[in-house]
């Protein structure tokens, strides 16, 4: 149903997801947002990486755009961000909006009804896309992004994080998706994968230095009026 929705969007022209519109250079910090899952059963070593993946985000001065919750990898990732200072801005939908399940402190909170909205939203505010290991949430998250990409309705670089192995299955499917004549293409020519934390964060410090050069290139014209 969602491909055949997405197909109607492309033969009637509907615009690609669009990257938030950027004010003069310094006025909006670089954002990533962060698909994970907020299971309090978590494993540590994946709750660690969200953990040190926030604290990176808000050490270089970035903003988290997640989901809002404040267990498992949701938790950990805030918390990391939170603790290095880093803006977050959080998406959830009204059903979750509990003292239990939200994350205190962030510095936007946005509620939205369903969600369908609350991944527009999280896709939409960001300028990159995180995918780390999660549940079926995530890969619902996961999977919506990646065929709004496929179709080009959102020109954002997508990483997944394949901790420890955790995402080969799934990349042998979309393997095997492709070979029985369900897709066109694997999903690789759409995302990057990444095994570690490090390099997550070294392609995300590539990104972000794309994304200011442009954000300064845009903003020379108006500047010069």
Excluded at 150 to 170: E, H, M, T, V, W
Aim: charged content about 20%; hydrophobic content about 45%; aromatic content about 8%.
């Amino acid at each position: 149903m969602r491909t055949c929705f997405i197909f109607l969007l492309v033969l009637l022209g509907v615009p690609a997801v669009a990257a938030p519109e950027n004010s003069p250079a310094g006025e909006r910090a670089f954002a990533v947002t962060v698909f994970c899952g907020a299971s309090r059963e978590t494993a540590e070593p994946y709750r660690q990486a969200a953990s040190d993946l926030g604290a990176a985000i808000g050490g270089h001065g970035w903003t988290l755009v997640y989901g809002g919750g404040r267990t498992g990898s949701m938790g950990a990732v805030a918390t990391g961000a939170k603790s290095a200072g880093g803006r977050i801005e959080s998406v959830l939908p009204r059903i979750l909006e509990r003292p239990s399940v939200v994350f205190p402190g962030v510095e936007e909170t946005v509620v939205v009804e369903t969600m369908g909205q609350r991944k527009a939203e999280l896709q939409t505010r960001a300028d990159v896309l995180v995918v780390l290991p999660g549940g079926f949430g995530t890969l619902d998250e996961f999977a919506d992004t990646l065929e709004l990409a496929r179709f080009g309705l959102l020109d954002k670089p997508i990483y997944l994080l394949n901790q420890a192995g955790y995402f080969d299955r799934l990349l042998t499917f979309f393997e095997h998706v492709k070979n029985a004549g369900f897709a066109s293409d694997d999903g690789r020519p759409h995302l990057t994968v990444v095994t570690t934390v490090d390099e997550l964060v070294k392609r995300l410090e590539q990104v972000s230095r794309e994304w200011e050069a442009s954000v300064e290139a845009r903003a020379r014209p108006s500047a010069a009026n």
